[in-house]
């Protein structure tokens, strides 16, 4: 019978890096990972930095649109004033720009504070 001691220990045969080399594989996933927690962090300012250009866009759309529906009142209110011979209200004049274009102009710039605000 032979003796289970007579021949040598063997390493294992899927231990043939080296700690270096092992050391040197955790240092390159450590760096990748890193590099795709910076490219998230990218894409998410990214998209925030997007999502706020369209917002900004509409906001701007809306206040345009809303001056110029406005100002189609206007016309059409100070022209039947002229076509009537009659005087302009005054009271109008200050309820229009004080309620209307005010109050607008004021809760847009709300939101966009609230959108475009600093930390």
């Known amino acids: 019978m032979s003796s289970p001691f007579s ?3 063997k390493e294992p045969e899927n231990l043939d890096k080296s700690e270096k080399e092992i050391k ?3 240092s390159n996933d450590e760096i ?3 590099n795709r927690h910076k490219d998230a962090i990218t894409a998410d300012i990214d998209g925030n930095r997007k999502l706020k ?3 900004a866009d509409k906001t701007f759309d809306f206040m345009v649109r809303f001056v110029n529906f406005i100002g189609i009142i206007l016309i059409f209110y100070v022209g039947h004033f002229i076509s009537n011979g009659k005087p302009l209200p005054e009271n109008f004049m200050i309820a229009l720009v004080t309620t209307t274009l005010a109050t607008v102009v004021g809760l847009v710039g709300f939101i966009l504070k609230g959108l475009f605000g600093t930390k």
Do not use: I, P
């Open 53 to 55: 250009k369209k917002l």
């Open 7 to 9: 021949n040598g220990v």
């Open 24 to 26: 040197d594989q955790l």
């Open 32 to 34: 990748a990972a890193n």
